[in-house]
């Protein structure tokens, strides 16, 4: 599994409140870089104690600030369990004399998050949503721009179309399935889709097809799901999720 690592830039407030001298600041500063090394990197997460740490201390988060020596070593016990793999390095350490304490990453927690690919980037949604728009109108260039040159395209199982899954490519995308689609359709739209942003760079839409076949001249309305996969601003995966039920029984 691939290390991630954090840069801090932390600014220290009040570690010097009884006594200013030059070797007391060198000291303090010292023991809090000391402190940090273990409860991070070492995961000695006990270290986080009102020996070390003021009751008064502040963790300076960009939802809300947590204050106390309690919530300050339960968010980082939560951030190192669910980041077992995170490896935190001290960039520069700020002093003040104050009679409070509080650490701050600089770091919003959105930001923190699609980075390290648990959150999905604001672009996803704004990608797929134009590569329905363009589907409507049928511009197919763009819709297949969208896509990486290597996806893994795969129809619903039991859908007469998932005969070739997956689908490798963009190419095979276009002839195997829109192709496909236009020659058993005399009519074929996608409506009420609703887009849901999920984790790790998926975007997960809900909607409606509603379609004519040419074969049986039968029309129906279709329950319909689709799980986007994406990276780097391209589209590496798609799952269909349909009632194929109602196909079958429109196509035959």
Not at 75 to 86: A, C, Q, S
Not at 93 to 121: C, H, P, R, T
Not at 173 to 201: C, K, P, Q, T, W
Not at 230 to 235: A, E, T
Request: charged share 25%; net charge negative; hydrophobic share 40%.
């Amino acid at each position: 599994m691939k290390t991630k690592k954090l840069l801090f830039i932390l600014i220290i407030i009040g570690i010097t409140a009884s006594c200013t001298d030059t070797n007391t600041i060198k000291k303090d500063i010292k023991m809090y870089g000391q402190v940090w090394h273990e409860f991070i990197n070492k995961r000695q997460i006990d270290s986080i104690n009102d020996i070390y740490f003021a009751e008064t201390s502040i963790t300076v988060l960009s939802s809300e600030n947590s204050g106390g020596v309690d919530d300050f070593n339960a968010y980082y016990k939560n951030l190192m369990v669910g980041l077992p793999d995170l490896e935190f390095n001290i960039s520069k350490v700020f002093e003040q004399d104050e009679n409070s304490a509080y650490d701050q990453d600089f770091m919003d927690d959105m930001v923190f998050k699609e980075q390290l690919g648990i959150a999905s980037g604001s672009t996803n949604l704004t990608i797929i949503e134009n590569l329905y728009k363009a589907f409507a109108t049928g511009d197919m260039p763009t819709v297949v721009g969208h896509m990486d040159s290597n996806i893994i395209w795969n129809e619903a199982e039991s859908n007469s179309l998932a005969d070739c899954n997956p689908y490798i490519g963009s190419e095979a995308v276009l002839n195997g399935v829109f192709a496909r689609i236009g020659g058993m359709y005399e009519s074929f739209a996608l409506h009420n889709i609703e887009l849901h942003e999920m984790s790790y760079d998926k975007v997960f839409a809900t909607l409606r097809y509603t379609l004519k076949v040419k074969a049986t001249g039968k029309e129906v309305d279709v329950q319909a799901a689709h799980l986007w996969n994406l990276k780097d601003g391209k589209i590496i995966e798609f799952q269909q999720y349909v009632d194929t039920k109602k196909l079958a029984y429109a196509e035959k």
